[in-house]
């Protein structure tokens, strides 16, 4: 049996995990002190994922770029073909707080969306 040790993200105590698998399975979590510990381990071991934030080019904006982010998580291995999506995209301003800037991000049905409003000059 193999044990993998993490430090959980799902509150803020940063709990130290230990996981047991077998193969690909789930045997066990310890360490953790609340229900969210077993849950991100259990996620992270089978299924990883993760919400990815980069920005974009903005033409005719007050400001040159926008902050933006995943609108859900999307898989951890799509994580570079997403960076690489975001690499080709400029957009107009007006741009405002949760606009949607690009629509099933990398085939991940997830789309990607503005967090700052940035007003045009």
Known sequence: MEKVQ???IGCP???PLTVEM????VKSVTGNTCPNGEAYARKEMTNPT???TS???VRGGILNVVSVKTAS???KG???DCMR???DVDISAPVTIGQVILRNIADTGVDVVATKNVPAK
Do not use: N, Q, W, Y
Not at 22 to 25: I, R, S, T
């Open 85 to 87: 999506a975001l690499g």
């Open 50 to 52: 993760r919400i990815v």
């Open 78 to 80: 799509k994580i570079f």
């Open 13 to 15: 105590l940063g709990c």
């Open 22 to 25: 077998e193969g690909k399975e």
């Open 73 to 75: 998580d999307i898989p």
């Open 55 to 57: 920005s974009v080019r």
């Open 6 to 8: 993490l430090t959980c």
